[in-house]
């Protein structure tokens, strides 16, 4: 993103130094497709043994990042500082 400029801020401090540009464009969602077997997104993630994770380990780990991910773009495009989908 761009520096701010005072002409096109839509948030200043105190000083009025701009703290948010422009909108910036739509970043695409991250979409993982699974073609059986897809684990439930959660908030949390167990591996057993870090340095030999299993496959469905490392599936769940995917499935919660893709709806972490999902969830943040959503709130920044909600707050106005992507387009909208």
Same mark, same amino acid.
């Not at 993982?32 to 908030?43: I, M």
């Given at each position: 993103m761009a520096n701010p400029t005072k002409q096109n801020s839509q948030l200043s401090d105190a000083s009025g130094d701009p703290m948010i540009g422009e909108v910036q464009t739509l970043v695409?969602?991250?979409?993982? $497709?699974? &073609? *059986?077997?897809?684990? $439930?997104? &959660? *908030?949390?993630?167990?591996?057993?043994?870090?340095?030999?994770?299993?496959v469905a380990e490392l599936g769940q780990a995917v499935a919660n990042i893709e709806a972490k991910l999902a969830s943040i773009l959503d709130v920044i495009e909600a707050?106005?500082?992507m387009k909208d989908a």
């Open positions: 695409a969602d991250y979409v993982v $497709t699974w &073609s *059986s077997n897809p684990p $439930t997104p &959660s *908030s949390t993630q167990t591996i057993a043994n870090g340095t030999v994770p299993t707050h106005g500082l």
